[in-house]
């Protein structure tokens, strides 16, 4: 597709309730990640995929937060057991590189936002 | 990764030159700067980066000073689709693992 795209837009959960977040990145793209913003807040870094290989997930704030690549291209984020404090807007966003060396800009989708009541 | 000090609001006039000041004293000799805006309800997007040599795209032109303790960003003429919150970032990590602070809230004005 032309760009990073994620679904649902709209989340609402009831607390207590799993739920999984879509992302299609960019075609070709190595890299991918994702990131929580709540409100009135810049975005936090959770997790990192290269391919299919999840490098970095040091930002995933509890073991209720789980992200998967299977085949190196779509990404979903879980979160079992949804509470409050979950309630943000989860980014997701994807670069071409796929190494340590240069940089290339990171795309972001326009992200999901997740209400828990 | 060094932190970085932005103000958290600005003003500027359309047709205006934008110039937004970041402070990023702790910076270490392999770190880059970093800027991303993020317009309302839409996702982060790329601006400029740069190590210690001034940077210049179609977007915008990035300003560091030669002891590399702080930056600037310069919307050359501001519209009023440029009203956005712009975040500076420093990080040593080639990659997209970003740290985006709180950024400034810039409002363009007819």
């Known amino acids: 597709g032309a760009g990073v795209s994620q679904s649902p837009r709209y989340k609402v959960a009831k607390r207590g309730q799993d739920v999984a977040l879509r992302c299609d990145p960019i075609?070709?793209?190595?890299?991918l990640f994702w990131y929580q913003q709540a409100l009135g807040q810049g975005p936090e870094f959770l997790t990192y995929f290269q391919n299919e290989a999840q490098l970095d997930k040091s930002g995933l704030p509890s073991d209720r937060f789980f992200a998967e690549r299977p085949e190196g291209s779509v990404s979903t984020l879980k979160i079992q057991r949804t509470q409050q404090e979950d309630s943000a807007v989860y980014l997701c966003?994807?670069?071409?590189?796929?190494?340590?060396?240069?940089?290339?800009?990171?795309?972001f989708g326009q992200g999901t936002r997740l209400t828990v009541v | 990764d060094a932190k970085t000090t932005q103000p958290p609001s600005m003003d500027c006039a359309e047709g205006r030159a934008a110039n937004l000041p970041c402070n990023h004293s702790t910076i270490s000799g392999n770190e880059y700067v970093y800027w991303y805006r993020q317009i309302h309800s839409q996702g982060p997007q790329y601006i400029i980066h740069g190590l210690k040599n001034n940077e210049t795209n179609e977007m915008a032109s990035l300003i560091i000073t030669e002891d590399r303790k702080s930056s600037t960003l310069i919307l050359p003429h501001a519209t009023l689709r440029d009203t956005a919150v712009y975040y500076c970032i420093v990080s040593r990590r080639a990659g997209n693992m970003l740290t985006f602070g709180g950024g400034t809230r810039l409002m363009v004005k007819p």
């Open positions: 966003a994807s670069s071409l590189e796929g190494g340590w060396q240069g940089y290339t800009e990171a795309f």
């Open positions: 075609s070709g793209h190595v890299s």
